[in-house]
């Protein structure tokens, strides 16, 4: 198993930058991604990017977000961080952190073992 906690959700103005961390716990040599995914009310889950160090450092990132979203990893491999700039407030919704076993990013959410409890992120416009 491996446990993952997010903090870092908060109330911002359009523009605003905001930077959401994960922490995971337990069996972590068994991560091959670490992501983040949304979902805002009525929603389904939507990918906001994905962090792989299988073969060297990837990242993937989804539509809505390219070019104002970075993440990246520690070297421990155990933490994940989503760096989020010039929010919007289509951005609003709950941010969820999730670990896939397998290597290759993929964007669909079942392919993901492990999920923390979420983070709001609130933009008011």
């Known amino acids: 198993q491996v446990q993952l906690v997010e903090s870092g959700g908060g109330l911002v103005q359009t523009g605003d930058s905001l930077r959401l961390s994960c922490v995971a716990s337990?069996?972590?040599?068994?991560?091959?991604?670490m992501g983040w995914f949304r979902q805002a009310p009525g929603q389904e889950r939507e990918f906001v990017a994905g962090f792989s160090r299988w073969g060297g450092v990837a990242t993937r990132y989804g539509e809505s977000v390219k070019g104002r979203f970075t993440i990246s990893g520690d070297n421990r491999g155990n933490m994940v961080y989503l760096q989020m700039n010039n929010l919007k407030a289509e951005d609003t919704a709950v941010y969820f952190c999730?670990?896939?076993?397998?290597?290759?990013?993929?964007?669909?959410?079942?392919?993901?073992?492990?999920w923390g409890q979420g983070t709001q992120v609130t933009v008011s416009s």
């Open positions: 337990g069996r972590t040599y068994s991560i091959g991604v």
């Open positions: 999730a670990v896939d076993r397998s290597t290759g990013i993929t964007t669909a959410s079942s392919e993901y073992d492990y």
